[in-house]
Every structure is written in structure tokens, then in C-alpha cells.
Nanobody
Framework: VQLQASGGGLVQAGGSLRLSCAAS????????LGWYRQYPGKQRELVAD???????NYGDSVKGRFTISRDNAKNTVYLQMSSLKPEDTAVYYC???????????WGQGTLVTVSS
């Protein structure tokens, strides 16, 4: 499984960005797709994930501002980020968790920088 993330960059506070992550390899529609972020010196934290039925989970700090979606035909997961805050500045990683396994696959990370 390979995950290729794109869409990070520099944006002003209050602005929007959309991240995309294309998956390739042994992919199933039952896989859980997600986004995590990591601050320097900290562990990765959940931003959002989405299961095959469209059910979603969001981290408390992004609820109401971020929206995760998936396109199974394109094996792609998206993260629409709105009302961005400086504290959203982090490296964002897309993830894939096969339904039957406890492991995660990770993309290469994309940097999001929100200026105040």
C-alpha cells in the first residue's frame, strides 16, 4: 500500500486548504482512511477518519471546521480545512487501516502552515 498526500502549504488564519491523499496497491473499500497531524516533539493525533460506510470521527479541536470525505472509485481521501488557525500548523499524514488488521499505513506527510 502506498499513500501520496498533497495540498499542504501556507495560508493565512481564517483561510481554507484542501488536502488529498491517493492510495494505491492492495486497497479495499472497507479500509478506514484518515488524517493525523503531528507537532514537533509530539505524537501524531487524530484529525479525522472515515470508514467504508461514510461514518466519521473528528478530533475535538477541528470539529465544525474540517470535513473528511472519500472517493472509493479514485481510492482518494480528502480533508477540507476551513477557518484555519495558527495552532493547526503541523505536518499532516494520511492513513489507511485495513479492516481486518490492527496496523496503519502512512503517507509521507504534508506541511500545513497557518500564519496569524
Amino acid at each position: 500500500v502506498q499513500l501520496q498526500a498533497s495540498g499542504g502549504g501556507l495560508v493565512q488564519a481564517g483561510g481554507s486548504l484542501r488536502l488529498s491523499c491517493a492510495a494505491s496497491g492492495r486497497i479495499f473499500s472497507t479500509d478506514v482512511l484518515g488524517w493525523y497531524r503531528q507537532y514537533p516533539g509530539k505524537q501524531r493525533e487524530l484529525v479525522a477518519d472515515i470508514n467504508s460506510g461514510g461514518g466519521t470521527n473528528y478530533g475535538d479541536s477541528v470539529k465544525g471546521r474540517f470535513t473528511i470525505s472519500r472517493d472509493n472509485a479514485k481510492n482518494t481521501v480528502y480533508l477540507q480545512m476551513s477557518s484555519l488557525k495558527p495552532e493547526d500548523t503541523a505536518v499532516y499524514y494520511c492513513s489507511l487501516k485495513p479492516e481486518a488488521l490492527s496496523r496503519y499505513y502512512w503517507g509521507q506527510g504534508t506541511l500545513v502552515t497557518v500564519s496569524s
